[in-house]
């Protein structure tokens, strides 16, 4: 049985400056033929890093949908 060499790498980020600075990251992984990259936006408000990722075609695969309902911050932080 053939063992499979290739690596997962998930890139989490929340803020328009998490976008900013993980972007280059995550398009350099994607020119890696042995990992796989996985990109997650956890923001809180999910259109602050949206005209980053629109520029350097990276598309998040997931999200959490952590805000819901108030916005007390004790509340988003349990949901995280």
Known sequence: MA????????????????????????????????????????????GMPAPVLDGSRIEPGAGWGLLRGGRAPAGFAARV
């Open 3 to 46: 063992v499979s060499t290739m690596k997962t790498v998930s890139v989490v980020f929340g803020t328009r400056p998490g976008a900013v600075k993980l972007a280059p990251v995550i398009l350099e992984l994607r020119k890696r033929r042995d990992i796989r990259a996985r990109v997650c936006a956890a923001a809180r408000h999910r």
